[in-house]
């Protein structure tokens, strides 16, 4: 409030100032006065610049006068800036020495810490030496129990020991005696090992012999059951021979394939037909049309949805074998032939050198017995074949197949063995659902083998 106030009347003396300078001014021009030989005009500039010069002058002595902030300013500023120096020198100073005193709180705070956690591991392993004195003291006090235990102990020991002794003394005599049974003992010991030795290898043999009865059992068994099947199918044949002339028998194979893997389902398609139209060719032949009578439709009847439901059972990219069967006794020269679709999985049934099946001979047979029992052999080959999967002969309806002259040099070779034997059917080659059965027969006398034919 004061600087308005002193401003306010800077300007009111300043106005009065120069109103009275103007007027002088003034005055002075009219009267045409002249000092120190001016010209009056001069004169009245002279007065007017007195007149500034005073009201310049009073302003300032008033301000001076107001303000000692102001005379400080103009008289003492070089004393001012000297100090306003020093007063920084000694703010960076005091800023320097403070900057130095908080990095030494902080290294004295970090030294605290680290007392601190030195302190807390030395309280630590206080409380862990105390607690293992404790225990130490707790042991020493069990071993000083135990110590004496082990001395009353040592006591009765030591009267053990002198009734021992004694007892030594008698038993000394009574280990000779002991010494001379263990001999005799040991000699009959030995007399029975050896006779258990010979009983158990006889009851191994007899334990293997009746392995191989319970083997051949279950083939003839296998057989008869496969048997008694060829029996009913035969009954079933003869039976549709007695109502008329049959040309196709139900299950027949008119047609076999083995797709690839990883076909398009298009290629599956074609595959599918051309297996259709080669059993559509065979049944046409089988049924034996006189050349003016064949019928001009497919004897065969499959639809587009049939064909697409094959095609579903083999799409997933493996390899298959599929036989068109025969759905029923059909007789000659019929013209509406039922069928069905059998799709096989084309995989190894028996690896090269497998063993199919086995049975013994004994020297004694005739050659006749001897042709029987081969025969037998093949029988069981066959039942085990087809029960694994192989598939038979579209033309001949047999598994496999074993050379004559192969079979006349085992009956030379059987005819001369003079101790029981074993002839063994093996798969000469890898063997699938739709390859021929290719067999080896091999002679084995206790263990050895004695000829391979095939």
């Given amino acids: 409030m004061a600087g308005y106030t002193l401003i306010l009347a800077i300007l009111i003396l300043g106005g009065m100032i120069a109103t009275l300078g103007d007027r002088i001014g003034t005055k002075v021009g009219k009267a045409r006065l002249s000092i120190f030989n001016l010209r009056p005009r001069d004169t009245a500039t002279v007065v007017t610049i007195a007149t500034g010069g005073m009201i310049s002058a009073s302003t300032l002595g008033i301000l001076l006068l107001l303000s000692g902030q102001l005379r400080d300013g103009l008289f003492r500023l070089e004393s001012i800036r000297s100090e306003l120096s020093s007063s920084q020198e000694q703010k960076q100073k005091i800023e320097t020495e403070l900057t130095a ?3 030494e709180q902080e290294k004295a705070q970090l ?5 601190n956690k030195s302190l807390v591991e030395a309280v630590r392993k206080q409380s862990e030496t105390q607690a293992l004195l404790q225990s130490v003291e707790s042991k020493f006090a069990q071993a000083d129990e135990q110590l004496q235990k082990a001395s009353q102990q040592e006591a009765d020991l030591r009267d053990r020991i002198q009734n021992l002794t004694a007892e030594q003394t008698s038993l000394q005599a009574e280990s000779s005696q002991l010494r001379e049974e263990k001999s005799r003992i040991a000699i009959e010991l030995a ?12 009851v191994d043999e007899s334990e293997q012999r009746l392995a191989e009865i319970e083997k051949q059992r279950i083939a003839l068994s296998s057989e008869v059951a496969s048997l008694e099947s060829a029996r009913e199918q035969l009954l079933i044949s003869l039976e549709a021979l007695r109502k008329g002339n049959v040309a196709i028998f139900a299950d027949q194979i008119l047609s076999i394939g083995v797709v690839r893997p990883n076909l398009s389902n298009a290629e ?3 595959a599918s037909i051309q297996l259709l139209q080669q059993a559509e060719r065979n049944a046409r032949e089988i049924l034996d049309f006189l050349p003016d009578q ?5 004897v065969i009847r499959i639809t587009d949805a049939q064909i697409e439901a094959l095609v579903d059972k083999i799409k997933d990219g493996q390899s298959y074998v599929i036989r068109i069967l025969s759905a029923g006794n059909f007789l000659k020269r019929e013209t509406k032939i039922a069928i069905a679709a059998d799709v096989t999985l084309n995989r190894q049934i028996f690896a090269r050198g497998a063993e199919i099946a086995t049975l013994q001979f004994t020297p004694d047979l005739s050659p006749q017995a001897i042709a029987s029992r ?3 052999l093949f029988l069981l080959v066959s039942f085990r074949a087809r029960r694994e999967g192989v598939l038979a002969n579209t033309i001949t309806g047999k598994v496999g197949n074993f050379p004559p002259e192969a079979l006349t040099e085992l009956f030379k070779v059987a005819s001369e063995l003079k101790s029981p034997y074993e002839i063994k059917a093996v798969a000469k080659e890898a063997i699938f659902p739709a390859s021929s059965l290719s067999l080896e027969l091999v002679i084995r006398q206790n263990g050895i083998e004695i000829a391979r034919f095939g």
Avoid: H, N
Avoid at 191 to 202: A, F, H, P
């Fill in 294 to 298: 064949a019928p001009k439709e497919p």
């Fill in 111 to 115: 030294r605290l810490g680290q007392i």
């Fill in 101 to 103: 005193a908080k990095t």
């Fill in 268 to 270: 599956l398609r074609q």
């Fill in 191 to 202: 007399s029975i090992s050896r006779d258990r030795e010979t009983l158990k290898q006889k």
């Fill in 374 to 376: 081969i025969e037998q």
